[in-house]
C-alpha cells in the first residue's frame, strides 16, 4: 500500500520525534550506583553524586597535624558529636543545596566549621571553612567538585570577597571573604531567638571531564552568574535570608 506526502513526513517526524526522547532519556538516567559518600565512584554527565559535608571544630579534622577525609576512622568525629548532611546533586547542573538551621542544629555549636568530602581510594575533602560561632553565622556558599576522567579529585570553596553584602548594614564581612550575619538575629536551636533563617545555602558547580572525558561546564556558568542575583533561580525557597535582606544571594 502506497503512502500519501502527508503520511510519509508524519512517519519521519514521529521516528525523528522518537529518536529524540530516548536521547533524552538516555542522557538523564542516573547510572551511578554508589550512594554512600564514602565509596569510591566514576561518574559521567547527568549522573547523581553522592557527596557529605560534616560538621566539627578544626581539630576533629587532623590527624597528627595532617588533613584526613571524614571517612578515616582515625579521626574522632564521633566523639566529639560531629554533624553530617549527606547530598546526592545530579552532575554538572548548578544546584542550590540547603541545611535546615531553625530546628536542632546550629552550626557553632557542632564546632562551627565544615569540611565537603567524598570517596574513600582518593579521599577527596574539602579545606575546612568557617560557618559560625557565637557571634556570627555565614549562610552562603559556593563549593565546587573537580574531577579529572570521572573520577572526584578535589572539592573547594570560592569566596565572592563580601561583593554581595557590600553596603548592606545588616551584613558584616568577616576576613574580607565571607558576608556574615549576627548569631543574636539568628533563630533556631542553639542561637539566640531571633527572627532571622540563617539556613545554610551552598551553590554547588562542577568542573574537569567525566568518565567519557566530556567536559563539566557548570562551574564557569556560576562564574559569570556570580555578579548577578541568582535568587530568582531559587523563588521556591521561603522565609530565606536573602529574601529577608533585600533578596540579595
Known amino acids: 500500500m502506497l503512502m500519501s506526502g502527508n503520511a510519509n513526513v508524519l512517519a519521519v517526524t514521529t521516528a525523528i520525534l522518537a529518536l529524540y526522547l530516548c536521547s533524552i532519556s538516555a542522557e538523564a538516567r542516573d547510572e551511578n550506583p554508589v550512594f554512600q559518600p564514602c565509596a569510591d565512584a566514576k561518574i559521567q554527565r547527568r549522573d547523581g553524586f553522592t557527596f557529605g559535608i560534616a560538621f566539627s571544630d578544626r581539630d576533629s579534622f587532623f590527624f597528627n597535624s595532617t588533613q584526613l577525609s571524614p571517612c578515616d576512622s582515625r579521626l574522632p568525629l564521633a566523639n566529639k558529636g560531629a554533624q553530617l548532611a549527606v547530598f546526592r546533586p545530579k552532575v554538572d547542573e548548578i544546584s542550590l543545596l540547603t541545611i535546615n538551621t531553625t530546628t536542632n542544629f546550629g552550626p557553632f ?141
Not at 168 to 187: G, H, M, P, R
Open 109 to 249: 555549636t557542632s564546632g562551627g566549621l565544615m569540611v565537603a568530602f567524598a570517596g574513600r581510594k582518593y579521599a577527596a575533602r574539602s579545606l575546612p571553612i568557617f560557618v559560625g560561632n557565637s557571634s556570627y553565622v555565614v549562610t552562603s556558599f559556593t563549593l565546587v567538585l573537580e574531577f579529572q576522567k570521572g573520577t572526584l579529585q578535589n572539592l573547594y570553596w570560592k569566596h565572592d570577597d563580601c561583593s554581595s553584602c557590600s553596603g548592606k548594614s545588616n551584613f558584616v564581612c568577616l576576613n574580607n571573604k565571607d558576608c556574615a550575619i549576627k548569631t543574636s538575629n539568628c533563630q533556631g536551636s542553639g542561637q539566640a531567638s531571633g527572627s532571622v533563617d540563617c539556613s545554610i545555602g551552598i551553590q554547588l558547580a562542577f568542573s574537569g571531564t567525566d568518565k567519557h572525558y566530556a567536559v563539566l561546564n557548570s562551574w564557569y556558568e556560576v562564574s559569570n552568574l556570580r555578579q548577578y542575583s541568582l535568587y530568582g533561580l531559587y523563588s521556591n525557597l521561603k522565609d530565606s535570608l536573602t529574601s529577608q535582606y533585600d533578596k540579595i544571594f
